[in-house]
């Protein structure tokens, strides 16, 4: 059984920074990946930033250079930090593992995900 809850959510300023934190993270099978993804009102849930079990990593490109993912192994533990934050990040952030896409490098897709924490809110306000 794997149990993903995430924590770290907020509502901060444009251009502040956040952290996210989901516990209970752990590989089941060294195919799989760990990503994050947002969701926002009427929107369809989006893949943030992901990292495989050899910590390779993709980002969305809308968050190249401001997000980074990292896990703690140790400790069961994804994160996401978050710098430069634009309104435009408002949404409701779900962790999430499942197997890697087929292709090397490319972002996994909500619908491929096998397990998901219930989300944590983050607001950015201008």
């Known amino acids: 059984e794997v149990n993903l809850v995430e924590s770290g959510g907020g509502s901060v300023q444009s251009g502040g920074s956040l952290r996210l934190s989901c516990a209970g993270t752990r590989y089941t099978h060294d195919t799989y990946c760990e990503a994050w993804f947002r969701q926002d009102l009427g929107l369809e849930r989006e893949v943030v930033a992901s990292?495989?079990?050899?910590?390779?990593?993709t980002y969305a490109d809308s968050v190249k250079g401001r997000f980074t993912i990292s896990q703690d192994n140790a400790k069961n533990t994804l994160y996401l930090e978050m710098n430069s934050l634009k309104p435009e990040d408002t949404g409701t952030y779900y962790c999430?593992?499942?197997?890697?896409?087929?292709?090397?490098?490319?972002?996994?897709?909500?619908?491929?995900?096998?397990?998901w924490g219930k989300g944590t809110l983050v607001t950015i306000s201008s």
């Open positions: 990292i495989d079990a050899k910590g390779r990593t």
């Open positions: 999430a593992i499942g197997p890697c896409p087929a292709v090397a490098g490319k972002a996994p897709h909500y619908y491929g995900m096998d397990y």
